[in-house]
């Protein structure tokens, strides 16, 4: 029980931030969450796996209702669902499993901060850098342990999101928990392969050399730890294990997949792991059983990832004709991120390359530049960057951070040169969660190198006094940063009167009553085509299509196939509606019936539609 202590104290402050941070919120607040509310709402309702919203034309969809999922998954939804049968659809309801979940993040940083910094290999690092005396490692793994799990459960800009029904959540824990048991289950492998380098094998050596001098036979154990190589019946036992953690690990991935797509870089990462970590054996004698091994826990990673996913592919097949829709694909070939949302099908891999090499490159800088500020800024609140990076260069042959090193910079490139436009418009800053908790583990780390590098010039420092000095102040920082950014975004503490978005609880606040105005003057199976169409839908329950950004004509297209009789034109709007938003121009066809006000007192337009 005792064991357990750290664990609770931590589940429970973790457990009371997350409730005081979700009561003040009133709705989703933006498209992602909408979406997911409204597929729980249809899954409860034993509709299934569809939507009454189109908020892209990607796929280039029938027609309504639609199939639903195929670009953002389904995890979120089905994790809300049962909650809406019980209790009903509600925003309020909807927080229930992401409360709870984001509470056990934390718990899995301090679990997985204390097994690496109490290791022996940790003894030695602890001694390299001399902070401590190596007897006290201890306290030193549990003092890192506290730091990295109130880094994350305090993550500064993620505050608001750990609470929101969305992926942020789902695919945090199930990524990291993915890449753990990547991990463990590379170090089972390892161990059947590979000579073992601790003191405590050291020391089986000596003893052998010992026997020797003395005459005396070795055991077989003895021998074959001499060599490098367990008995086969410990063998045996290690490849069970580690098939067990790939197994599980496969299933953690599927997990992730479901949560969002980028969870499929996860099926890199265990070849590439196993891979990079026994390179040296795969040309050693023993190498055709090193091949047989790897190809059966390849084997037993992918079919527990096959377990959960078939289900999903079939879906998809008998849905829409294809087991993995391809629509979300089209994205890698935008010229700039309105273009997700155009009517007119033309994201081509031609058109992509007419559009010149330079912008191309250029477009991939930008990218990268705001990716690693989207990382700098969201996963280490900025002041534990530098932090972040000692830790991790001193933890880089930590098998643990293998497979998260891996991941990290198949995702990192994966959104930067595929997904260009997407990945810092919001991408990115949902799969990096699933970075936080290795992130928050280096930290400490990288903070005490820092202090034991200014006191070696500081001679009146106790280094030890002064990591642990440090630790507590940024901690402080971070829990003082994560609610300074959840209070700007939520009430009213706006650091410049400028801002354009309104806080959370006014955000669309002009919908409900557009909603009842329709109600009143158009045909209940009138569609609505909005910059929002999730969260119009949720509070009028009128079917909603996105606004094409392409063009006016566009907005006639889409009207004609999908029944939309109105449109609404607000602050947020495309491109080529400015003009027509500050009521510069008129066009033909479309009629402004009803003027309201947003949040910030901003005009919003509705248009009729000529049919």
């Not at 000692?390 to 933890?395: D, F, K, R, T, V």
Request: proline content about 5%.
């Amino acid at each position: 029980m005792k064991n357990l202590r750290p664990y609770i104290l931590l589940f429970i402050l973790t457990l009371a931030f997350r409730i005081l941070t979700a009561l003040p919120l009133q709705h989703a607040g933006y498209m992602d969450a909408s979406y997911t509310m409204h597929v729980a709402e249809n899954l409860a309702r034993v509709r299934g796996f569809v939507e009454d919203v189109l908020w892209n034309y990607l796929d280039n969809p029938s027609g309504l209702p639609h199939p639903s999922n195929l670009y953002w998954m389904p995890l979120p939804s089905l994790l809300i669902a049962p909650w809406f049968a019980i209790f009903g659809a509600a925003y309020r309801i909807a927080q229930i499993p992401f409360i709870l979940l984001s509470s056990l993040l934390p718990l899995f940083t301090f679990y997985l901060a204390r097994k690496i910094f109490a290791r022996d290999d940790a003894t030695a690092r602890v001694e390299e850098i001399s902070l401590i005396d190596p007897s006290r490692v201890r306290a030193v793994a549990s003092d890192y342990a506290w730091a990295a799990a109130l880094f994350t459960a305090f993550s500064g800009f993620y505050t608001i999101y750990w609470v929101s029904p969305d992926n942020f959540t789902p695919f945090a824990l199930t990524a990291a928990f993915c890449l753990y048991a990547i991990a463990r289950g590379v170090e089972e492998m390892g161990r059947g392969f590979t000579r073992i380098k601790s003191d405590q094998e050291q020391k089986m050596f000596d003893v052998i050399a010992s026997n020797a001098e003395a005459k005396q036979s070795p055991s077989r154990t003895e021998i074959a730890s001499s060599q490098g190589v367990y008995p086969e019946r410990s063998e045996g036992l290690l490849a069970t294990t580690s098939t067990r953690w790939f197994f599980l690990a496969g299933i953690l991935a599927a997990l992730s997949h479901l949560a969002r797509v980028d969870g499929i870089l996860l099926l890199a990462v265990v070849p590439l792991a196993i891979i990079f970590s026994l390179r040296k054996m795969i040309f050693a004698p023993r190498s055709s059983s090193f091949v047989f091994r790897f190809l059966l826990f390849a084997f037993s990673f992918l079919f527990g990832y096959l377990l959960f996913m078939l289900p999903w592919f079939a879906r998809n097949y008998f849905a829409v004709g294809n087991p993995y829709p391809s629509a979300g694909t089209k994205t890698i070939f935008l010229t700039n991120y309105d273009e997700l949302f155009r009517f007119t099908d033309d994201l081509t891999l031609e058109r992509y390359l007419a559009w010149g090499a330079g912008n191309i490159f250029e477009s991939k800088l930008v990218a990268a530049a705001r990716n690693v500020f989207i990382i700098v800024f969201g996963d280490l609140q900025v002041f534990l960057a530098p932090f972040a990076l000692i830790g991790w260069w001193q933890l880089r042959n930590n098998k643990y951070f293998l497979p998260f090193t891996i991941y990290f910079l198949l995702l990192f490139f994966a959104m930067t040169l595929l997904f260009t436009f997407p990945s810092w418009r919001g991408s990115l800053l949902h799969s990096a969660t699933a970075l936080l908790p290795f992130l928050a583990i280096a930290a400490p780390r990288g903070i005490d190198a820092a202090v034991e590098f200014i006191a070696r010039k500081r001679k009146t420092w106790d280094a030890a006094i002064a990591a642990r000095f440090f630790r507590a102040g940024f901690v402080g920082m971070a829990i003082f940063f994560s609610v300074f950014l959840y209070a700007q975004g939520v009430f009213d503490f706006q650091v410049s009167e400028a801002s354009t978005i309104p806080l959370w609880n006014d955000r669309d606040a002009h919908y409900p009553q557009i909603a009842r105005w329709l109600d009143a003057n158009a045909r209940a199976d009138d569609s609505v085509m909005v910059i929002d169409p999730p969260s119009f839908y949720n509070v009028s329950h009128r079917r909603a299509l996105m606004l094409p950004t392409d063009s006016a004509e566009a907005i006639f297209a889409a009207a004609r196939k999908y029944n939309a009789r109105y449109f609404i034109l607000e602050f947020d709007h495309p491109r080529p509606l400015q003009e027509l938003y500050a009521e510069k121009i008129s066009i033909v066809g479309f009629t402004r019936v009803a003027i309201f006000r947003d949040a910030l007192n901003r005009r919003v337009f509705v248009y009729e539609i000529a049919q």
